[in-house]
């Protein structure tokens, strides 16, 4: 049986209250003596002459909490690790290209990844083992299997990170060293592009309808991911293809299905809108809580293209739901700007912020003198039982209903029916009043920024809603003011409380530029078109 962690003093060692990053700042007041990524650490682990633990993550990371209170909150395993290891925290965000690295690597020694991840490296950097979460007992195992080898096998275990180090040089370039992809595009071959494009255009069809989830919508099986991506693809391959197709229609159902199917379930926060990171089961029904700004920027783009393609109504709901959710919350109402991720637990639980008990709905509705009919219709409507559907006989609010009603009615209802709006209105106000909110982590990153941008701006050309176009504006100014340089032409990455921090990434230089485009044609003045434009043509040729 895991014995009970028991929780340490800060170490003396611990770096990280020096930091900016939210997830680093978790780990301040670890009994482990967390460093930083820098050269510091790097010259530190040489002169002791150990190995390297490098532990990456991001604040909203569930499973990160759950390691952190087990095992690097807990002396023993804490005295393990200061005693034979120099630790290094990561936040993912903030290093993108070192997560990639060492994501890479872990894949490679173990064929898997996730986070948080655990990577041991030499003190030259070169991974030799890795893993996701551990348990404290197997953690523990593995840190005194690992000091064993590192003192009775020491060359074996540098031949390994040489060999890992060699493979991401060469197969990855991430270290730098790998050849340079050079394609000829000032002669192509029209006739050889247009049938290789074909193929690949039925290749995805075909693919895709054979992975189609025809029952609950989506492709593949649980853990579901909303494929924003991957509907968004299908949608222009159904705009391409002939109406004598059979497969045209075939790929609106799959569309549409799959966008009504998440929307009604938990994915989405029926109180207050906003999608959440992914969904445990194959209903769409229970997700992990957590809210991500890239995730609903994503699908933002994606609910207006299915609105644009179907007409369907309940898409804008969901559109405007959404947008109304990163207003209110995600925004930095000061500077302008969103902010990064809302974690999935509060009070030390997942979820907790979002569930209820039957017994606590109808008290509350009671309390506030709402008819015993509409209670009883609202527990009809988000299906709400006395066993739940979640832990602790709570209900995670959701429509997943049958199909002999159509959806966009169906959603409307929340809107036309007085007692039901009624009901929502109550329970919402009363969780953002009394509940504790998420931890919010409130870095504000160049790439999610641009993502935003991107989604609000298409918003407001769909929608004609002049606020999504002022708060896209807000966004792009607070880049241009905060995160960019207009005497070297760079980008920056994160912005939190004043600090400016890390080169952008290719990633930050994309989606800025995409951003942008997509708020010039929001524009309806041409001097701000052409603001927008020439930004994102500077950007461009610092890119380039």
């Not at 460093?35 to 002791?48: C, G, I, P, T, V």
């Not at 180090?165 to 002669?187: A, D, H, M, P, W």
């Not at 000061?334 to 997942?350: K, N, V």
């Amino acid at each position: 049986m895991e014995r009970e962690a028991h929780k340490g003093h800060r170490g003396e060692g611990n770096k990280l209250c020096e930091e900016k990053s939210p997830y680093l700042l978790q780990h301040k007041d670890n009994p482990v003596n967390w460093k930083a990524y820098n050269s510091e650490a790097f010259k530190l682990a040489e002169q002791k002459d150990v190995p390297i633990l490098i532990s990456i993550g991001y604040s909203t990371c569930h499973w990160c909490h759950v390691m952190e209170k087990e095992s690097f909150e807990d002396q023993e395993v804490a005295d393990a690790l200061n005693q034979d290891f120099v630790c290094i925290k990561v936040d993912r965000e903030e290093l993108p290209d070192v997560d990639a690295i060492y994501m890479t690597a872990a894949q490679a020694l173990e064929g898997g990844g996730g986070w948080p991840l655990n990577v041991f490296v030499t003190p030259q950097l070169h991974p030799f083992f890795a893993g996701t979460y551990w348990p404290k007992y197997h953690f523990l195992k593995i840190l005194g299997h690992l000091t064993h080898l590192w003192s009775t096998r020491r060359k074996q275990i540098e031949q390994t990170g040489a060999d890992i180090y060699s493979f991401l040089s060469t197969s990855s370039n991430v270290y730098g060293k790998g050849e340079r992809l050079t394609i000829n595009l000032e002669q192509p071959d029209q006739t050889a592009f247009t049938k290789q494009s074909n193929f690949l255009f039925q290749s995805t069809i075909t693919k895709s309808i054979k992975q189609y989830d025809k029952t609950f919508g989506g492709f593949g099986h649980p853990p579901k991911f909303p494929p924003s991506i991957k509907l968004q693809l299908l949608i222009r391959l159904h705009r391409r293809l002939d109406p004598s197709n059979p497969k045209k229609n075939e790929l609106l159902k799959i569309i549409s299905h799959s966008c009504e199917s998440m929307a009604r379930g938990g994915l989405f926060d029926h109180l207050g809108g906003g999608f959440a990171r992914y969904s445990t089961d194959e209903k769409w029904l229970i997700p992990h809580f957590e809210k991500m700004l890239y995730d609903n920027a994503l699908l933002i783009v994606l609910y207006l293209e299915a609105y644009q393609v179907t007409g369907n109504e309940m898409f804008r709901y969901v559109v405007e739901e959404t947008c109304n959710y990163v207003l209110r919350i995600m925004e930095n109402k000061q500077c302008g700007g969103f902010y990064s991720a809302e974690d999935a637990d509060s009070e030390g639980h997942e979820g907790k912020f979002y569930v209820w008990t039957r017994k606590e709905i109808e008290e509350l509705l009671d309390k506030n003198n709402i008819d015993h009919e509409h209670i009883a219709y609202f527990e009809q409507y988000f299906n709400v039982t006395d066993e739940g559907n979640f832990e602790n006989s709570t209900n995670h609010l959701n429509m997943i209903i049958d199909r002999k009603q159509p959806m966009n009615t169906k959603w409307s209802e929340k809107y036309d029916n007085e007692g039901l709006r009624k009901c929502i209105k109550v329970l919402f106000e009363h969780r953002e009043s009394n509940r504790i909110r998420p931890l919010k982590d409130d870095k504000q990153l160049a790439s999610l920024n641009g993502l935003m941008i991107k989604a609000l701006a298409f918003a407001y050309r769909v929608l004609r809603d002049v606020q999504y176009l002022n708060v896209a504006r807000k966004a792009a100014q607070f880049i241009q003011t905060y995160l960019y340089s207009s005497e070297t032409g760079r980008l920056k990455r994160r912005y939190r409380e004043g600090e400016v921090k890390y080169e952008g990434t290719l990633e930050d230089y994309s989606f800025v530029i995409y951003g942008l485009l997509e708020l010039s044609l929001a524009e309806d003045d041409a001097t701000a078109t052409n603001q927008w434009l020439t930004f994102a043509q500077k950007l461009q040729s610092k890119q380039d």
